[in-house]
């Protein structure tokens, strides 16, 4: 099999908000020189374009609609970050064509040459079921809680612990209670739990993870 008939190689990174993924997975993809896609964003810049388009959060087939024109290229972090869009996303996330229609566009992203990682809450299990290596990557509520906490400070922004952290509880409780693909560890992942870990000890234990199965696959 010649190098270009390969197909490309998938890292599904699922676990809860503030668990430490989207930092893990931008390390993973540098690393090991793959594209990355953050597929919580997919879901924030549909959001995004139709609050700039002063549509409604609650027509499933505008949403779907907008959903299938979003551009995964370019996805600007910090523009889509802000409260107001992920509250926007939270209502456009459950519906199940805007799901189809972004699940299409990742699975799509996750066949660029020679690999892709991605990192959301239903890769291992709904988007990518096939990759070779899933991490599921988890912390308790209070860490999440306070990583959440001290990001926003150290940015100069302020913040209510009290309230980030039942922001975090309710999160947990919307995405893992979920009709359509709720938040949970694929059967053939590997928990990695980041509590009490730095992120460069949690990229040290995902990488030996990730090694050992890539090279599995190359036998």
Known sequence: MSLKSKPAIVIAIDGPAAAGKGTLSRQIADAYGFHHLDTGLTYRATAKALLDAGLPLDDEKVAGKMAREVELAGLDRDILSTHAIGEAASKIAVMPSVRRA????????????????????????????????????????????RRRYDEIVGKGGEADYDGIFSDVKKRDERDIGRADSPLKPADDAHLLDTSEMSIEAAFRAAKTIIDAALKRQSK
């Open 102 to 145: 972004l699940v299409e566009a990742q699975r799509a992203f996750s066949l660029r040459q020679p690999g892709t990682v991605l990192d959301g809450r239903d890769i291992g299990t709904v988007v990518c079921p096939d990759a070779p290596v899933k991490l599921y990557v988890t912390a308790s509520a209070d860490v999440r809680a």
